[in-house]
């Protein structure tokens, strides 16, 4: 049986690490499509240094749980002289594991814009990054919409391991709650009902405008 109390008497804490978690998903979600796209160029880059960095960071990344991620550069940065807070470092971790998942769906993107764009941007006198920036991306990322949707999805849902580092997430603040209730299955029934409330609507945002792309092409 689901002790609503628990949710009435603990609705700050849930409100603070619901906040907190949203913060984090944002800022993590604009860092890793900062630099997935970064990736993505560099994986498709005619340098092979470059290929080879990006194959390298995408292949180490998404074979590792993001929970090792956050926690090296957690327990890493005071290595590199980094004081890093758990809520920073955690979502740095999120950002750059994430990141590795952007950029392989938008290198898929790239590769599917037709050759002939990039050989029309060089043509016409524009450089490489010129034409990738101008013609290419912009073509590529509505194409890749969906794919992104849903790893804004999992970025949310992965924000929980903020909850190991002390983020001050929901789930850091649900272990704060059960350790004063002792009710485990109450605790958490909230804290999932929390996390649906931000994942259902994008799910539904980006499925929605998934439809209206397919039917624009």
Request: proline share 4%.
């Amino acid at each position: 049986m689901i002790d609503f109390t628990i949710l009435t008497d603990h609705f700050q804490e849930y409100m603070d690490g619901f906040l907190t978690t949203i913060e984090s998903s944002a800022l993590a979600l604009l860092g890793c499509l900062i630099l997935g796209t970064i990736i993505a160029v560099f994986r498709i880059s005619p340098i092979k240094p470059l290929r080879w960095f990006g194959t390298a960071y995408v292949e180490f990344l998404r074979n590792i749980p993001v929970l090792i991620t956050v926690f090296l550069f957690y327990a890493g940065g005071p290595v590199l002289h980094l004081n890093l807070s758990g809520f920073a470092s955690g979502t740095i971790g999120l950002a750059v594991y994430t990141s590795a998942f952007v950029a392989e769906a938008i290198r898929a993107g790239i590769n599917a814009v037709p050759k002939g764009q990039m050989e029309a941007g060089r043509s016409s006198g524009l450089s490489y990054i010129q034409t990738m920036r101008y013609i290419v991306l912009p073509q590529a990322f509505k194409i890749v919409i969906p794919p992104i949707g849903n790893q804004c999805i999992n970025l949310i849902k992965n924000s929980a391991t903020l909850g190991a580092v002390a983020g001050l997430d929901l789930m850091y603040q649900a272990d704060i709650i059960n350790s004063e209730t002792f009710d485990v299955f109450s605790t958490y029934i909230f804290v999932g009902i929390f996390y649906l409330v931000l994942t259902i609507p994008l799910s539904l945002l980006f499925s929605y405008i998934e439809r209206r792309l397919n039917r624009a092409y």
